[in-house]
């Protein structure tokens, strides 16, 4: 089988997925869902959880969590189901991360309205590393503001052609080829590059 890598860039409780290939190809390109309609709290667990006292939002988090695990762990499934049927197997999942700074207690969390948004981006990104490692798929973060200075040392000379092939892969898989897809493409390759460069040199 061919390796493949996915690229994620989440929002609130869904998010962007790109399949690419080590030729910077796109395999596939969906919106997941890691949450219900008819969820408590809807996208917004945190804030609904200001409403709560400590040890009811602690409960209510770890609940919605759980579901959304499962959620994740099924879109992702899916999509690794998909490429296998194309003889791909999905070897690496690059992940866009936000500042990356470290959350304190939930008790400061939820006493501080704007890490209330940051915990929120942060369970809906952890609930999907959570579902590749689940299915033995390792996940390689990038931060996003610096995932074109990470490309250009990384990939070098080849940087501007593959950053000019993933912009006009929107003409070839058609729209929404957003910001998004771009940066989660982006990330995939490079995950699956270093995956290549690393197996290359540990058998030369």
């Known amino acids: 089988m061919k390796s493949a ?3 994620i860039r989440m929002h609130s409780g869904w998010g962007i997925l790109v399949a690419v290939t080590d030729a910077a190809e796109i395999l596939e390109r969906r919106r997941i869902s890691v949450i219900r309609n008819d969820m408590t709290g809807g996208k917004q667990p945190y804030h609904h959880a200001e409403r709560l006292g400590l040890a009811a939002a602690e409960k209510y988090l ?7 695990d499962c959620l994740a762990r099924e879109e992702i499934q899916r999509t690794v189901s998909a490429l296998h049927s194309r003889r791909y197997r999905v070897a690496k999942a690059a992940l866009l991360l936000a500042s990356g700074r470290r959350l304190p207690s939930l008790s400061q969390i939820l006493a501080a309205h704007p890490l209330v948004h940051s915990a929120e981006g942060e369970l809906f990104r952890e609930t999907v590393r959570q579902a590749c490692e689940s299915l033995s798929i390792p996940v390689l973060g990038y931060k996003e503001r610096e995932l074109e200075a990470e490309a250009i040392r990384l990939l070098g000379d080849s940087f501007p052609r593959v950053v000019r092939q993933f912009a006009a892969a929107g003409k070839s898989v058609g729209p929404p080829w957003t910001a998004d897809h771009k940066s989660a493409a982006l990330g995939a390759y490079l995950a699956l590059t270093t995956l290549i460069t690393k197996h290359a040199s540990a058998t030369s």
Not at 62 to 68: I, K, L, M, P, Q
Request: aromatic residues 10%; negative net charge.
């Open 5 to 7: 890598a996915l690229g």
């Open 62 to 68: 770890a609940s919605y969590v759980c579901e959304c």
